[in-house]
Structure formats: C-alpha cells, structure tokens
C-alpha cells in the first residue's frame, strides 16, 4: 500500500499464458475462504477466463497493519485495484466482487476512481455506516453489533498471540444470547476493549454525527462512475440501503455510463447462507443461489465485452407469496399506491386474544390501546432483518404466536382477504402515541397470517422516540404528550394470498436485534438495570389521531 503497509492475496488464474481480465475479491474474513458461504469457489471463475485475486484487508490474517473498520478501505482499495491491473499476462480491467463487508470495500474503492475499475457487484450492504449498519433509528443494532465484534475480534487476538484471549471470546460467542444482556455496554470484557476499540467508539456516537461521515457512501453519490449490479435480499438487514444505493446512483451517479448501467437484483434471502431455505420457510426452486453465474455474466458484459444472450432489467426482484422473479424499468414498481390500513379496537387490542382490527376505513371515536413495557422482559425478536448468522442473530421468516400472546404487544388483524394482495415497495407506520416516559422506543411489524394461524413476518421497524426528528440530534420526549411518529418497516415485495390475513404488531421492543432501551434519557453504552423503568405506552386510533400502516400495493397492469 502507499504507506508501506503489506497486504496479502491469493490469486487464481486459467492454466495457460494468455492474458485474462482481473475479479478481486478484498475481504477481512480470511482470503482462503473467499467468501464461499454464498460464492462459488475462486477456482471456478477462474476456469471461465478470469484472474481471480483474493486478499485479506489491511489487519486481519496474513495481511499486516492494523484493523479498524473501514478507516484505510478507500485507500487500499484503490491501491489493490491498481495492483492487480499491472499483474504479468492480466488484461487491465478489474471488476470487484464481495458482500457485506467485501460489498463496502467496494463502494468505498469505486468512491477514489481508480482507473482499472471497470464494474462492481456489492451484495448484502447498505448506503450509511450509522443508519442500518451501526444504528436504525437510534436504536443500536446489538445483535449484529455484539455477535460480529466477538467474531471479528478473535482473528485479532490470535495475531497478538494472546490465546487466553481468544478462549474468552469463543466462550462469549458460544453463548452470545447471553452475552446481549450484559451490561453496561460500554464496560465489555478486557479482551473486546483492547481487541475492538472502536465498538466503544460506536457506542460513543450515539447519534449521526462527523464520526459516520467520512466511512458514508450517501453523501458521496456524485462519485460513483462504474456499473453496479446490487445484490440484496428481502430478509437483509441491509436491504434499504442497497435500494438506496441503486436508486440514487442512477440519479446522481458521476457519469452517464454509471447512471444508466446501475441493475438491482433481489432474492428472498437473509445475510446469509443464501439459499431458497429461509428461517422456517421454503421459497421453492425459483429461489435457489444462482448468483454466481448472474456475476459471471456481468463480469463477461463489462470485462470482455460479451454481451449477454438476455438484457438483464434495470430491477429484478423475487415476489414473496406466490414464489415468482419480476422485472420493472424501476423502484419502487410503477403502479404501486401506497394504500392506508387504520388500526381499531374496541375494547383493548392486547396480544392475539385481542381485539385490534385492520383496515381501509378510517376511524371515528374510538379508545386507545394500552400496554406497559419495562425492559427486563423485553418482546424477543423472533426471526427479522439481522445479521449475520442465524444461529446468533434473530433472522428471516418465523412464527410470531410465541410473541403474540403477550399482552405487551398490541395485534391488529385484517378480515380473510377475499383476493390476492400484493406489495412491492417499502412499508411505512403512522402512530399517534404517548408514553410516560421521557423516553422510549416504539417498533412495529407487518405479518402474514395464514389460514391454519401460522403467522410469518414480513417486515419490521423501530424508532426510539428522541430520534423521532432527528438522526443528529436526539431530544427527549414529554410524557403523557400524544406525539405522530412515522417510520419505515423496509422495503418489500410480497403476496398476502387468498384467505390470509395482514397482521401489524406494536411494541417497544425487539431484542437482541436492538438493544433495550430503559425508558430514560440514557446513552446506549452507559445503561444499567438500575436505569429500567417501566413505560406506559398509549397508541391512539381516532378521528383525530388515526394511527396506520402505509402499505405499497401493486396493482397489477
């Protein structure tokens, strides 16, 4: 690198002597492995005429340095590109591929223009280090957070040879559903402090501040100049941002060329493995991983010039329900209403024995529904948009009944619908709500409710209450002041079949995907069970403050 700094890969090229264009795939999670949870092997894009390089990032196995997330990316990106551009018998145009983290490194890359870059495939990541990756909402992406530092952290410890640091941090792994709970989240184990400075860091900047800027691809649009082919999945907890990207590179993208050749593909996936089996349900054949010869034909169009035997669209997305791949020239789909479904109840709409009710009418006088929420027994996140292993992180389709009887969820059910309904598009909620807490966090969640009572969720939000203006700037709330909040539940695409039911969830918690919020104006990192007070909550639907979901209904053309 330009400052001295070695860095270490592994490359693969065809057995003979003719020159071949570069795929790089730059990585912290072992060069070796190459990211073959979800890719094929480096040997099999190197047998369809390719020089594969596989490096390890700067700090993390063979490469040397030291790692803190993303800080050097740009600049070894570049470099790296560079690199692999002048090697022996290599035909200098490189196309990088990766997700997650392997997806970061490559907008961050594409951001300093290096001259070989010729196209990326980032899979899995969004378009903000703070919002969805780091927080949402002000709330703290714990799960993912925790579980990946511990991970992470160990690779770190072994290259120190401190081994009595690593036997710590795979005990801390093992039972990280533990390990969540510990607080205050700032006083972690001596070992995650020396090893992962700046998780503390991230606790630090509570807020969307400078911190986040400089490592953020959202301010940065204006310098994208390559072809982009994104990959994300309906279960991702990234897959707002890799919408983002999409459609605003196409709008302010650097050139032409990069505007007009941005491509948005959409599988039902979670982070990973991808696979047409997702949490506890089966997408079918059509959802099978297939990605590596979409790549591969992306590479043959902007590395060898091939065109491909069938245009791919500007947007190919699977459609939950019915199992079906859709093309449209744009996101959301041309067609899609945004359609509203108020909440009612008439007597109290506490757990599934309840009677909150959804619907397209507005509401005239009705009362609030009420629940308490105290922290200690927060709701657990049953399935959702986490990451980055199922086993440790609450991820994909499950059934909600174990959450639904709970008195501090509030249930609000659709009639059988008597057609098919569809969405494409994101999904939004509106509450009028108060709270006697100074503050709090409110979440919700959209489910589908199948005939036999098995309920699947689909999509799912939170907003803690004194972000509810502001990402930067935090203010606390008045109890007992009915206040609107709106946020995002994600973008989705899915069928609510025949007989179903649409479902929304309203809670104040979701854990471990997001810490728990005391109810008080505390930092994140500095809570204790000291600072748990209990909240009531009140969730108005009336005339006057008719509390809804928006829902993007596809009306088919």
Same mark, same amino acid.
């Given at each position: 690198?330009?400052?001295?700094?070695?860095?270490?890969?592994?490359?693969?090229?065809?057995?003979?002597?003719?020159?071949?264009?570069?795929?790089?795939?730059?990585?912290?999670?072992?060069?070796?492995?190459?990211?073959?949870?979800?890719?094929?092997?480096?040997?099999?894009?190197?047998?369809?005429?390719?020089?594969?390089?596989?490096?390890?990032?700067?700090?993390?196995?063979?490469?040397?340095?030291?790692?803190?997330?993303?800080?050097?990316?740009?600049?070894?990106?570049?470099?790296?590109?560079?690199?692999?551009?002048?090697?022996?018998?290599?035909?200098?145009?490189?196309?990088?591929?990766?997700?997650?983290?392997?997806?970061?490194?490559?907008?961050?890359?594409?951001?300093?223009?290096?001259?070989?870059?010729?196209?990326?495939?980032?899979?899995?990541?969004?378009?903000?280090?703070?919002?969805?990756?780091?927080?949402?909402?002000?709330?703290?992406?714990?799960?993912?957070?925790?579980?990946?530092?511990?991970?992470?952290?160990?690779?770190?410890?072994?290259?120190?040879?401190?081994?009595?640091?690593?036997?710590?941090?795979?005990?801390?792994?093992?039972?990280?559903?533990?390990?969540?709970?510990?607080?205050?989240?700032?006083?972690?184990?001596?070992?995650?402090?020396?090893?992962?400075?700046?998780?503390?860091?991230?606790?630090?900047?509570?807020?969307?501040?400078?911190?986040?800027?400089?490592?953020?691809?959202?301010?940065?649009?204006?310098?994208?100049?390559?072809?982009?082919?994104?990959?994300?999945?309906?279960?991702?907890?990234?897959?707002?941002?890799?919408?983002?990207?999409?459609?605003?590179?196409?709008?302010?993208?650097?050139?032409?060329?990069?505007?007009?050749?941005?491509?948005?593909?959409?599988?039902?996936?979670?982070?990973?493995?991808?696979?047409?089996?997702?949490?506890?349900?089966?997408?079918?054949?059509?959802?099978?991983?297939?990605?590596?010869?979409?790549?591969?034909?992306?590479?043959?169009?902007?590395?060898?010039?091939?065109?491909?035997?069938?245009?791919?669209?500007?947007?190919?997305?699977?459609?939950?329900?019915?199992?079906?791949?859709?093309?449209?020239?744009?996101?959301?789909?041309?067609?899609?209403?945004?359609?509203?479904?108020?909440?009612?109840?008439?007597?109290?709409?506490?757990?599934?024995?309840?009677?909150?009710?959804?619907?397209?009418?507005? +509401?005239? #006088?009705?009362?609030?529904?009420?629940?308490?929420?105290? %922290?200690?027994? @927060? =709701?657990?996140?049953? /399935?959702? *948009?986490?990451?980055?292993?199922?086993?440790?992180?609450?991820?994909?389709?499950?059934?909600?009944?174990?959450?639904?009887?709970?008195?501090?969820?509030?249930?609000?059910?659709?009639?059988?619908?008597?057609?098919?309904?569809?969405?494409?598009?994101?999904?939004?909620?509106?509450?009028?709500?108060?709270?006697?807490?100074?503050?709090?966090?409110?979440?919700?969640?959209?489910?589908?409710?199948?005939?036999?009572?098995?309920?699947?969720?689909?999509?799912?939000?939170?907003?803690?209450?004194?972000?509810?203006?502001?990402?930067?700037?935090?203010?606390?709330?008045? +109890?007992? #002041?009915?206040?609107?909040?709106?946020?995002?539940?994600? %973008?989705?695409? @899915? =069928?609510?079949?025949? /007989?179903? *039911?649409?479902?929304?969830?309203?809670?104040?918690?979701?854990?471990?995907?997001?810490?728990?919020?005391?109810?008080?104006?505390?930092?994140?990192?500095?809570?204790?069970?000291?600072?748990?007070?209990?909240?009531?909550?009140?969730?108005?639907?009336?005339?006057?403050?008719?509390?809804?979901?928006?829902?993007?209904?596809?009306?088919?053309?």
């Amino acid at each position: 690198m330009r400052d001295g700094v070695r860095l270490h890969a592994d490359i693969y090229r065809p057995n003979d002597d003719l020159p071949y264009p570069v795929l790089l795939l730059r990585t912290p999670y072992n060069k070796e492995d190459a990211q073959t949870m979800n890719y094929a092997h480096p040997s099999w894009y190197a047998r369809h005429g390719y020089v594969v390089v596989i490096q390890d990032t700067r700090g993390r196995w063979s490469s040397e340095g030291d790692f803190h997330p993303y800080l050097h990316e740009e600049e070894d990106g570049y470099d790296t590109i560079e690199w692999a551009a002048s090697l022996p018998q290599v035909i200098p145009r490189v196309g990088l591929y990766g997700f997650s983290y392997a997806g970061a490194v490559q907008w961050l890359a594409a951001l300093s223009r290096p001259p070989h870059l010729s196209c990326i495939a980032p899979g899995m990541i969004g378009s903000d280090s703070y919002q969805g990756k780091a927080y949402r909402n002000g709330a703290l992406n714990l799960a993912l957070q925790q579980s990946w530092i511990l991970f992470a952290a160990q690779d770190t410890a072994l290259r120190q040879g401190r081994s009595d640091w690593v036997q710590e941090l795979s005990a801390l792994y093992a039972d990280v559903h533990a390990y969540y709970k510990r607080l205050p989240l700032s006083d972690p184990p001596e070992s995650v402090k020396k090893l992962a400075p700046y998780y503390l860091d991230w606790l630090q900047h509570r807020s969307r501040d400078d911190y986040w800027h400089s490592t953020s691809l959202r301010e940065r649009y204006e310098l994208v100049e390559v072809p982009a082919l994104h990959i994300g999945g309906w279960y991702d907890i990234f897959i707002d941002g890799t919408i983002e990207n999409f459609t605003e590179i196409r709008r302010r993208g650097a050139t032409q060329k990069a505007r007009e050749h941005q491509y948005l593909f959409i599988e039902p996936w979670f982070h990973m493995p991808w696979s047409r089996y997702v949490g506890e349900l089966d997408f079918g054949p059509e959802a099978a991983n297939r990605i590596d010869e979409l790549q591969l034909a992306w590479f043959d169009r902007w590395l060898k010039g091939v065109e491909p035997s069938v245009e791919l669209a500007p947007v190919t997305y699977f459609r939950m329900g019915t199992n079906t791949w859709h093309e449209e020239q744009q996101w959301p789909p041309a067609g899609t209403v945004n359609t509203a479904y108020y909440l009612h109840s008439t007597s109290k709409a506490n757990s599934i024995n309840g009677d909150g009710t959804l619907d397209i009418l507005p +509401p005239a #006088e009705e009362y609030a529904d009420t629940y308490v929420y105290h %922290p200690s027994i @927060a =709701v657990p996140a049953l /399935g959702g *948009r986490s990451g980055a292993v199922p086993d440790l992180t609450p991820m994909g389709p499950r059934n909600q009944i174990s959450v639904e009887i709970r008195n501090d969820v509030l249930v609000y059910s659709s009639a059988p619908l008597g057609n098919d309904l569809a969405l494409a598009g994101e999904a939004k909620v509106e509450l009028y709500a108060s709270t006697s807490a100074e503050d709090t966090d409110f979440v919700a969640k959209l489910v589908d409710v199948y005939p036999d009572g098995r309920s699947y969720n689909i999509a799912e939000g939170i907003l803690r209450a004194s972000f509810r203006n502001s990402l930067s700037e935090p203010e606390p709330v008045v +109890p007992g #002041e009915v206040i609107r909040y709106e946020f995002s539940l994600g %973008p989705t695409s @899915a =069928v609510f079949r025949q /007989g179903h *039911r649409i479902r929304l969830h309203v809670s104040s918690s979701l854990f471990p995907t997001f810490d728990r919020n005391p109810n008080r104006w505390v930092s994140p990192g500095e809570v204790t069970e000291a600072d748990f007070v209990t909240a009531t909550q009140c969730i108005y639907h009336d005339e006057r403050y008719p509390s809804k979901v928006w829902l993007p209904v596809i009306h088919e053309r």
